[in-house]
């Protein structure tokens, strides 16, 4: 009967380990870092200039009190292209910045409609990908490998 | 009770190893929060230099505004903005999306304003309503900031494959003459005239190939020199 007991009470503990395990194992980014790959991996046709988190926020006219950090990769106004990650403080905040970057999409596709509409298909299949406290968002020449990098960025 | 032990210390262990990941910043900030601290104690903020200047305009604006390269300055600008529709379009993003670009200045006392634009009205084939408008759009800014120096930023040139496409009548040739334009109505309306197509042109009249990703809007390189342009040009205004 103590040798059963110790068996189940040994199991049980196993469990435990595997259960503590697998609630930690949340995918950690840096955006800096991630932005960097992005850069690496993702097609761009313009010439690209890196932003911290203010240059980020003030770029997409994203609230900064809603992001712990951010980096982005942006054009130079000769197309819509660019790329960001952000950190948010909280998942609820990064919900809002995920609501804030559709709205800067949303706002570029009716300015680039009469200005340049061989940019909008790129706005319109934009990738935006949010994770728990992460949010991702790419404007590149092709979103379809974008989508897959980012996916792979944040389910690796 | 051996088998206990051997149970507890492995959950402790998993347990450690599980709940051990953060997110990468606040592994990061723990270990520079000091040394921001002591930054922030010891340097003081950089200025914003140009926080009496604002940009008004079109797309040129964008580069200006995306690597910041009058630091501190207003840019209030859209996408294909002309001189018409600056008294109609707002800026597609900023905090302020509803009102029209001109309506930017008001409230607001800009010491410089410098204006972006011609770019957008080149295919225009009535030359006169241009010239006119332009000259509306400064009263509208004097309106607003009576005791402000107006600049017009005469239009770069574009790279001589952008200037063989020819869309819209963009052209070096046509740039140069709408250039001829906003000189005359910066004489006529006692604004300074900034000659952008000679500080960014190569010795071919053109803008280099590698200025800018479709021969026509300067990436940072290039917007730097514009930059660079203007701020002497606002020096010397200001000293006078």
């Known amino acids: 009967m103590r040798r059963i007991s110790k068996q189940i009470a040994a199991a049980c503990a196993a469990a435990l380990c595997l259960l503590a395990a697998g609630c930690g194992a949340k995918t950690a980014l840096d955006p800096a870092a991630a932005r960097d790959r992005l850069g690496e991996e993702l097609s761009f046709t313009d010439q690209m200039t890196d932003m911290d988190t203010a240059g980020a926020c003030r770029f997409y006219s994203v609230d900064p009190s809603l992001a712990a950090d951010g980096a982005a990769y942006v054009g130079s106004g000769a197309t819509a292209e660019s790329a960001a990650v952000f950190e948010a403080v909280d998942a609820a905040a990064a919900g809002e910045i995920a609501a804030q970057l559709q709205a800067f999409t949303d706002s570029w596709i009716a300015g680039y409609s009469d200005y340049k509409p061989e940019e909008v298909p790129k706005l319109e299949s934009a990738v935006l990908e949010q994770d728990g406290v992460y949010v991702v968002f790419c404007v590149t020449a092709d979103n379809t490998a974008a989508k897959s990098a980012v996916r792979s960025l944040l389910h690796p | ?240």
């Open chain 2, 1 to 240: 009770m051996k088998a206990r032990t051997i149970a507890v210390g492995l959950l402790a262990a998993a347990c450690l190893t599980g709940c051990g990941r953060q997110p990468a910043s606040a592994q990061q900030n723990g270990g520079t929060d000091q040394a921001a601290q002591a930054a922030q104690t010891t340097q003081p903020a950089p200025q914003a230099a140009y926080a009496d200047t604002a940009l008004v305009g079109n797309s040129y604006i964008e580069s200006f505004f995306t690597y910041d390269a009058l630091p501190g300055a207003a840019c209030f600008y859209r996408v294909g903005l002309n001189v018409n529709s600056v008294f109609e379009q707002p800026m597609l993003q900023g905090e302020d999306t509803q009102t029209p670009v001109i309506g930017l200045l008001e409230g607001r006392d800009f010491a410089n304003i410098v204006f972006f634009f011609g770019e957008n009205e080149l295919g225009w084939s009535n030359r006169q309503a241009f010239t006119e408008q332009y000259g509306r759009v400064i009263d509208a800014a004097r309106a607003a900031c009576p005791d402000a120096v107006i600049y017009l930023a005469a239009n770069p040139p574009v790279s001589a494959e952008a200037s063989a496409k020819n869309e819209d009548n963009t052209n070096n040739a046509s740039i140069r003459a709408c250039n001829a334009e906003i000189a005359q109505v910066a004489q006529e309306n006692g604004a300074v005239y900034v000659d952008s197509f000679a500080a960014l042109a190569g010795t071919d009249g053109c803008l280099p190939a590698d200025a800018a990703a479709d021969g026509i809007h300067p990436a940072k390189e290039y917007t730097a020199k514009w930059a660079d342009l203007l701020k002497r040009e606002i020096a010397e205004a200001q000293s006078k």
